[in-house]
């Protein structure tokens, strides 16, 4: 039997970042791990800015080979070269989007705990869906996506999933066999050393 491939790890972006100081972060974390895909997820609505922190991490990603994608800004991610987007609302714009960017762009769903909606996302062409947060925490309405949930998908969807959302090494550890990517955010930026603490997390997938 073939030991099933490590998951890939894919990094999110704080909600607020530091444009003098947040670039080489992340470049120094890209060049010390193999990183798979960079979500931009500012809260900010602000064109400009998200503008501004795009092209400031896309010099970053791209000179790696490291897709970037932003979350929800469907129309800025042709104006501003990104690889693709992140949709927050489930399955419900994964249709429009795919026609609006083409079958070269990134489509992601998150979608929740709800299995229904990963599948339904899936049909209507995300390249990857994620589920999360993979453990109650205080935040939201305490709901998570159960274990069972991420082994259902590995043994039954083709489409790739991803694990986001209050991980830690054991939940690294207990997901690694049924995930193919690991979204990781304020598990490492919150970090002293964001690099030290991925090689952490990484560790716990062997």
Not at 7 to 23: A, C, D, K, R
Request: proline share 4%; glycine share 8%; charged share 25%.
């Amino acid at each position: 039997m073939d030991t099933p491939e490590q998951p890939q790890i894919y990094l999110i972006t704080p909600p607020e970042i530091e444009l003098s100081s947040f670039p080489s972060t992340l470049a120094a974390v890209l060049d010390a791990h193999p990183i798979a895909c960079v979500r931009l997820a500012l809260s900010t609505k602000d064109e400009d800015r998200l503008s501004r922190a795009a092209d400031a991490l896309r010099e970053v990603t791209h000179a790696r080979d490291v897709a970037l994608v932003i979350s929800d800004h469907l129309l800025l991610v042709e104006r501003l070269g990104l690889d693709g987007v992140h949709l927050s609302d489930a399955a419900r714009s994964v249709r429009y989007t795919r026609k609006e960017l083409g079958d070269d762009a990134i489509v992601g769903s998150f979608c929740g705990t709800s299995r229904h909606e990963g599948m339904a996302a899936g049909e209507a062409g995300a390249d990857y869906v994620s589920f999360g947060s993979v453990q109650a925490s205080t935040l939201g309405d305490g709901s998570f996506a159960e274990l069972d949930l991420f082994q259902w998908w590995s043994e039954v969807i083709e489409v790739p999933v991803v694990a986001e959302g209050a991980l830690d090494e054991g939940m690294m550890r207990t997901l690694t066999p049924f995930t193919d990517f690991f979204g990781l955010g304020d598990e490492i930026w919150q970090a002293d050393d964001p690099k030290a603490a991925l090689k952490t997390l990484i560790a716990a997938m062997a």
